[in-house]
């Protein structure tokens, strides 16, 4: 496999006008899930997605923007942006373990940096917004050669080999080479639109990339409208497999959908802007420094903390991380070119009803779920009273709240337990719909989830009716604390917690 080297300095990707960037610190959902490519059904394979809550097997414009929370800041922009899981394979295709992505450990989740660039081409375009109910897509999955039929998306597609402290490098292809801090991945999506159409059968005849130069060119005739461009910035942490390569001329990775070379690197869009204030900001924000506090219009952000906790659970049971022996989720055989390479037809699970990372059989304690409330140690949510066990359950401390008098009960870090009548604030209850980052373990019932890292899992004693049935939407479907069944969190990764 070729891939041309190309020395760059150690700042890459530096826009030549006005931009800003937006760090998506975590990832909404982590499965075989493709609203765009496969509507209503499985993917063929697995997608780090980050953005609105809104985001499901079937998803809209209206959908995302009724989106509860985002895991990217901008609070204006409830989209979908979704990329290919990277992973590690062993010897042989003897087993695939997931690469983590930048920022990922200790309970965090990895997510993507998105590029807004302002390029209006040589004719000083006037750029515009998305449209409502646009999407689109970037690459080619079943790629596995640098022969393309179109220039553009060839050199829209590429990979940096990360040295921080050196100098990192540009490939057209996944490195041959150890990376010292990682590979970055990069799409760039086309600009041009038709203006006519949201979407097209191919999701991508409707735009065009522009003619002379990929990112900042000349719109063809056929789709004349310039729309403002963006692109994804996926990192990769490979240098965490540094010393397990078992070849020394051929990196041991692959990317989800079966692809070694990486020539099948790809991204998916689904617009979820408020269209006027994202037509605002092209407008107005005009700085080069790519900072979001540059651009008045972005004067409230969601807290990396509360991109942390907006996720969706997970509908597919099965295994996509930890490790996994015999092939990848999918039918997705491992290909390194140079022919194109889509993948067999197979038999794929059924989606099922959303995992629940809360335990509902405690109704008939007379207490019911009520969400994953924030916490802090400086100031805590709950202040009534307190104790923690190695052998905590959720009913160890219903029984210690509801004997020291309190009538919520929340968990954390899977062995504390905190009660209280009511919560220190409004901001730290749980909000509507919004799953938060509960999702550790009980320390004495390894089935039940014990909050998280500065996250309560809470319960309510709703003896006497005191409680309305806890309900919450995830993705239109109703999750009831008191109707439906948890399934295992182990059933994604070999006896460790998973959420997506």
Same mark, same amino acid.
């Given at each position: ?48 997605? /980050? ?18 929370? /985002? ?36 309970? &965090? ?205 997970? /509908? ?28 067999? &037809?197979?038999?794929?699970?059924s989606i099922s009803a959303p995992t629940e990372y809360f335990t509902n059989e405690i109704s008939s304690l007379g207490w019911e779920y009520q969400g994953c409330a924030n916490d802090s140690v400086s100031d805590r949510t709950f202040t009534g009273a307190s ?114």
């Amino acid at each position: 496999m070729k891939a041309a080297a190309l020395a760059l300095a150690a700042c890459l990707s530096v826009p030549a006008s006005a931009f800003w960037r937006m760090p998506c610190p975590g990832r909404l959902v982590l499965e075989r899930i493709d609203p765009i490519i496969s509507p209503g059904v499985v993917s063929g394979h697995v997608h780090t997605v /980050s953005g609105g809550s809104g985001f499901g097997f079937t998803t809209d414009f209206e959908q995302q923007r009724a989106s509860a929370c /985002s895991s990217c800041p901008v609070k204006q922009d409830l989209s979908a942006y979704w990329t290919p899981k990277l992973y590690y394979m062993g010897a042989n295709e003897s087993y695939f373990e997931d690469v983590p992505q930048a920022g990922e450990g200790s309970g &965090t989740t990895g997510g993507l940096t998105v590029y807004y660039e302002q390029r209006p081409g040589p004719n000083n375009d006037a750029l515009k917004a998305f449209p409502a109910g646009f999407r689109m897509i970037a690459g080619d999955p079943f790629q596995r050669n640098e022969t393309y039929t179109e220039t553009a998306p060839g050199l829209a597609v590429s990979f940096v080999c990360l040295d921080y402290s050196g100098t990192s490098t540009q490939w057209s292809a996944m490195p041959n080479v150890n990376c010292p801090d990682g590979v970055r991945a990069q799409v760039y999506f086309p600009s041009c639109w038709d203006g006519i159409h949201n979407d097209t059968a191919d999701h991508k005849s409707h735009m065009a990339y522009p003619i002379g130069q990929y990112d900042n060119g000349v719109c063809p005739d056929s789709h004349p409208k310039h729309l403002i461009s963006i692109f994804y910035e996926v990192i990769y942490q490979t240098n965490l497999f540094a010393d397990r390569w078992h070849s020394p001329i051929h990196h041991p990775f692959v990317f989800a959908m079966g692809d070694r070379t990486g020539y099948g690197m790809h991204g998916d869009f689904i617009n979820g802007w408020d269209v006027d204030e994202l037509q605002t900001a092209i407008d107005t924000c005009t700085d080069d420094s790519g900072n979001l506090s540059d651009c008045p219009v972005f004067d409230d952000l969601f807290s990396d903390e509360e991109c942390q906790a907006c996720k969706i659970p997970p /509908s597919i049971d099965e295994q996509i991380t930890g490790n996994i022996t015999g092939k990848l989720p999918g039918c997705n055989p491992v290909t390194v070119g140079p022919e194109y390479a889509p993948p067999p &037809t197979c038999d794929n699970p059924s989606i099922s009803a959303p995992t629940e990372y809360f335990t509902n059989e405690i109704s008939s304690l007379g207490w019911e779920y009520q969400g994953c409330a924030n916490d802090s140690v400086s100031d805590r949510t709950f202040t009534g009273a307190s104790t923690s066990s190695d052998d905590m359950t959720i009913e160890t401390c219903i029984d210690y709240c509801k004997g020291e008098g309190y009538s919520l009960a929340g968990l954390e870090y899977a062995s504390q337990c905190y009660c209280d009548n009511d919560y220190s604030s409004t901001g730290s209850a749980p909000q509507p719909n919004i799953l938060g980052d509960c999702w550790q373990p009980c320390a004495g019932n390894a089935d039940e989830i014990c909050g998280g890292s500065s996250a309560l899992s809470v319960y309510k004693n709703c003896d006497g009716g005191a409680c309305t049935n806890s309900i919450f939407t995830i993705n239109g479907t109703i999750n009831s604390a008191s109707k439906k069944s948890r399934r295992s969190i182990h059933s994604h990764a070999h006896g460790h917690a998973h959420l997506a």
